[in-house]
């Protein structure tokens, strides 16, 4: 859920949505950014939980699942946060993305879509690509693979630092939207 910006989307769609994050004060955030008065009216709720077990939602039951998880502990969402997966290394990251993406197998209604964006890193000079390890994940909970759209993503926040650092590698400069179907 993050800053909520799917739900805001959802509320000017006039599409019920439910957001998760496991950070309580990405609720508080995303009920802020979603107090602006529209001509939708659509429920929308912005729950703390933890995507890797949606216990409070049924099997089949979800039209479209839009996900963005941390891109492993590139970013850290949280100083310490139980759950938070933005605080895990590659591999105990892809551990909890494996339950992510069960867990939204097991929601989502037959034939619909699941939509998860993501980047690829690099750690040491070399390029992990994070990418294709989450898009196993969600195969391996038994989707199938609709689209693979390559997001241009040029300015991050990071960018100018390692443009001045004359290092012998390309920058990563796009993300991927994975566009799965149950
Ligand atoms: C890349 S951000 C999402 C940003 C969002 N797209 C937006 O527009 O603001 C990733 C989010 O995942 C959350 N997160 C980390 N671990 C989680 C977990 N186990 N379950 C649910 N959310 C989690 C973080 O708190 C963070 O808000």
């Not at 699941?114 to 690099?122: E, H, N, S, T």
């Not at 690509?129 to 195969?139: A, Q, R, S, T, V």
């Not at 990563?172 to 939207?177: D, K, R, S």
Request: proline share 3%.
């Amino acid at each position: 859920m993050g800053s909520g910006t799917t739900l805001v989307e959802a509320k000017l769609l006039n599409r019920n949505a439910a957001g998760v994050d496991i950070n309580p004060q990405s609720v508080l955030i995303s009920k802020k950014n979603l107090k602006f008065q529209c001509e939708t009216n659509p429920k929308i709720f912005a729950i703390n939980g933890n995507a890797t077990n949606l216990h409070f939602i049924k099997d089949n039951c979800i039209d479209f699942i839009c996900t963005h998880p941390p891109y492993s502990n590139i970013i850290k969402y949280s100083k310490g946060i139980e759950g938070d997966i933005s605080l895990l290394s590659v591999e105990n990251f892809l551990i909890e993305m494996k339950k992510v993406a069960e867990e939204s197998f097991r929601s989502l209604k037959k034939g619909k879509i699941c939509a998860v964006m993501i980047g690829d890193i690099r750690k040491y000079g070399k390029v992990i690509p994070l990418g294709f390890y989450i898009m196993e994940c969600f195969l391996q909970a038994g989707f199938v693979n609709k689209e693979i759209i390559i997001k241009e993503q040029h300015n991050c926040l990071s960018t100018d630092y390692w443009k001045k650092q004359n290092n012998n590698f390309l920058l990563l400069a796009h993300e991927y939207i994975f566009v799965f179907q149950k």
